[in-house]
């Protein structure tokens, strides 16, 4: 889904602690990250598979999202990725809930790659139907 090669040495170094502290993968880590990025900044539906090697503007504006609209973002970055097996990746990511979502989010506010706003809290993501916004017409009897 992401080949964490193309990143940054310290950018990749900061996904691997995540990831270790979260116990995702830098890669599930780096998916919550570029979700967060491409939703906060308002850009285009593209930005979730790119054809091609881009740099996200740094000067677009950033907007807070509650945390159904990262969940939102991390499931819609996934489809646009691997379509059809975006569940397949989730579980291999240990991506299950919203609350797991929400644990790499506050990881990464805490390495210095994201913020908060004053009223947010990790449990805001507890309730957020993650398996249900990847795919939203599934059987109601697979999760």
Not at 79 to 102: I, K, N, P
Not at 115 to 125: C, H, I, K, L, N
Request: charged share 30%; net charge negative.
């Amino acid at each position: 889904m992401f080949d964490l090669r193309d990143q940054p040495d310290d950018l990749r170094r900061q996904l691997e602690r995540v990831g270790r502290q979260t116990g995702h993968p830098a890669e599930a880590v780096f998916l919550v990250f570029y979700a967060m990025i491409v939703a906060g900044r308002g850009l285009s539906d593209e930005w979730w598979a790119p054809a091609d090697r881009r740099t996200i503007p740094e000067d677009a504006p950033v907007r807070h999202l509650t945390a159904v609209e990262v969940c939102d973002a991390v499931c819609r970055c996934a489809r646009a990725r691997v379509g059809a097996e975006a569940r397949r990746y989730f579980r291999h990511f240990g991506l299950r809930t919203g609350a797991d979502v929400g644990r790499v989010v506050y990881a990464l506010v805490a390495e210095g790659l994201g913020a908060t706003a004053p009223g947010d809290r990790p449990e805001q993501f507890d309730r957020v139907p993650l398996l249900k916004l990847l795919n939203p017409i599934a059987d109601p009897d697979e999760d």
